[in-house]
């Protein structure tokens, strides 16, 4: 009752000053803009216009005369061998912390499963997928390095990893990428799998569906654009990592060619930084558009 | 009635749900494997950074070593301080806007939900390459001290900044909150301090947590700008002497965990900002 007084005072108070109400809506409009200013520029200055400059960075010399020298650097040595590197790396690890964090998602989320298992690794996730960066590498070190805890109980139990495997290979890299995309996996696939309707379950069980069935059948045609699209997350996730990859010493990585060019560390030319820093954005914002766009059919369903 | 009644009627669901709510062999092997994989490293770090101390004192050694560095201090405090600094800075451009934007711009918020997640499409590696010749041209002197790390991992903390204050936002009636306190003679800004921040309680401690764990850890940034922070403090101690780096790995994880479990503890406020990661 009282609101609907409210939206009807609000309605009439106009009506007799009807003429001044234009102009003095538009100003306070105007005053409203002047509000968000400060955010504005500061995006603008630690963002945007740093953004901006090295798309067009990728396309000047180091004179600022227009070149596509730049963009040819990218695909003469060292770098494509870097990027494909980066691409192996990124889908290697997304695909098993995609997979794997499905899984287990899945089946801590199963009927039967004690709620407190499903809060402990949930609150794990969060903090795993946090603990990335320098001290993951160091972690890693400590676990499967030549010198390693498990390294060496693997050669007591007379299993010698090295010297074919190493923390800087495909395999040891994923392995170390997917201490963070595994819980990250977790953390986004929770809100996925609960979006599957508990009736579409009974419904299927009753009529005689056995677990497989329904994923089969109902549960994984429904999620697939998700998982899909998460997994794409993951691989943009990975792509774009770098302080874990320098503390591994990974060194055929795009990533890392970035820094050395920034620290003038190669006898290359310093304008490739640019280069090599937009394709990693074009490669970001491809990943996130598949992304959005695996989402956008799967919430048609899961709400 | 009832008395004669339930005994005889329970039973019989009792077994349903016992059978419907046996969870197969194979989910309990899977939670086992996730757990492991959780675990091994940090009881390896754990069993690492306290092996080979034989006859270099007590089994802390490479901890006692590490506490006793003067840079390890130093660079611990310039971190602590940066993250102060980040998360002051970030409250200051962010609490003010997300407010103003929901109050008089609600247009706006597609906008800003799309400015909040550039920082993801553009990763420290690559705003480093923009913004270094940038900073060098615009004022050299900012570029040389410490504190220009916290302006920018205010863009960092961006993402889950705004998230966290958006979700904060949205929970609470502001309209209605403002109209009551500008009718009883409130100003804007009297209304932001004394009635709405109160309510933005759980969301301001939930975005400022991740933005303290995003400023402690941030590795890229100051490395390439040459600033001696507690990440690259790890990284330097850790390539020349193996057993340090992974005592100040294990320091770093307490770090993480602590600031996660803080946000455990928030609750619901902070569970949605906590749902996502900082990947570096």
């Known amino acids: 009752m009282s609101f609907t007084g409210v939206g009807v005072r609000e309605e009439l108070q106009p009506n007799p000053t009807a003429g001044s109400v234009a102009p003095r809506r538009s100003r306070s409009r105007r005053w409203a803009f002047v509000g968000i200013l400060p955010f504005a520029a500061y995006i603008s200055i630690f963002l945007l216009i740093p953004t901006g400059e090295l798309i067009v960075g990728a396309f000047r010399t180091a ?131 609960e979006g599957l309707r508990t009736e579409w379950r009974e419904a299927a069980s009753n009529l005689g569906a056995s677990t497989f069935t ?78 959005s766009l695996l989402q956008r059919r799967t919430s048609k369903w899961l709400r | 009635m009832a008395q004669v009644s339930v005994p005889a009627v329970r039973p019989a669901p009792n077994r349903i749900r016992q059978a419907k709510h046996r969870a197969p062999v194979w989910n309990f092997v899977l939670l086992l494997l996730g757990a492991i994989f959780f675990l091994v490293p940090i009881y390896s770090i754990v069993q690492f950074s306290l092996q080979g101390t034989a006859g270099q004192g007590g089994f802390l050694h490479w901890y006692l070593t590490v506490f006793d560095d003067p840079v390890f201090r130093s660079s611990f405090w310039l971190s602590v301080q940066i993250a102060l600094e980040t998360v002051i800075a970030s409250l200051v451009l962010m609490v003010p806007t997300v407010f103003w934007v929901h109050l008089r711009l609600p247009g706006l918020r597609p906008v800003m939900d799309l400015v909040s997640v550039i920082p993801f499409v553009v990763p420290p590696i690559v705003l480093i390459v923009g913004l270094a010749p940038f900073l060098k041209d615009f004022s050299s002197w900012l570029f040389v001290r410490p504190e220009v790390l916290a302006l920018i991992y205010v863009v960092f903390a961006l993402p889950f900044m705004y998230r966290a204050l958006d979700a904060g936002l949205r929970a609470i009636d502001l309209k209605t909150l403002t109209e009551a306190a500008q009718s009883l003679g409130a100003s804007i800004p009297r209304t932001l301090f004394r009635v709405i921040l109160p309510n933005l309680r759980t969301a301001i401690i939930g975005g400022s947590l991740l933005t303290v764990a995003i400023a402690m850890g941030e590795f890229t940034v100051a490395s390439l700008m040459g600033f001696t922070t507690f990440a690259v403090y790890t990284y330097q101690i850790g390539i020349s002497t193996a057993y340090e780096g992974v005592a100040l790995a294990f320091i770093s994880f307490l770090l993480v965990w602590g600031a996660m479990l803080a946000l455990y503890l928030l609750g619901r406020g902070g569970r949605g900002a906590a749902a996502v990661a900082i990947t570096d």
Request: charge should be neutral; glycine fraction near 8%.
């Open chain 1, 214 to 291: 329904f994923w089969r059948y109902v549960g994984l045609p429904i999620i697939t654009p998700s998982l899909l699209g998460l997994v794409v997350l993951l691989f943009g996730n990975a792509f774009s990592a770098y302080a874990t990859a320098q503390a591994l010493g990974i060194s055929n990585l795009v990533t890392i060619d970035i820094a050395q060019l920034v620290n003038g560390n190669m006898t290359l030319n310093p304008q490739d930084a640019y280069a090599l820093a937009s394709a990693m954005i074009l490669i970001i914002v491809v990943t996130i558009t598949i992304y």
């Open chain 1, 63 to 193: 004179n600022g005369t227009w070149t596509l020298a730049n963009i040819h650097d990218i695909f003469r040595a060292p770098y494509p061998q870097a990027f494909e590197f980066s691409l192996e790396l990124s889908a290697l690890s997304a695909a098993i912390g995609g997979i794997f964090g499905f899984v287990v998602a899945n089946a801590f989320l199963h009927r039967g499963i004690p709620r407190w298992i499903r809060s402990a690794y949930i609150s794990f996730s969060g903090m795993a997928a946090n603990f990335a960066g320098v001290p993951l590498a160091f972690a890693y070190g400590a676990t499967l390095g030549s010198l390693g805890v498990v390294t060496i109980l693997l050669k007591h139990l007379g299993l010698h990893i090295y010297p074919s495997f190493s923390l800087q290979g495909l395999l040891g890299a994923s392995i170390v990428y997917a201490y963070f995309q595994f819980p990250l996996m977790i953390l986004l696939m929770v809100p996925v799998i």
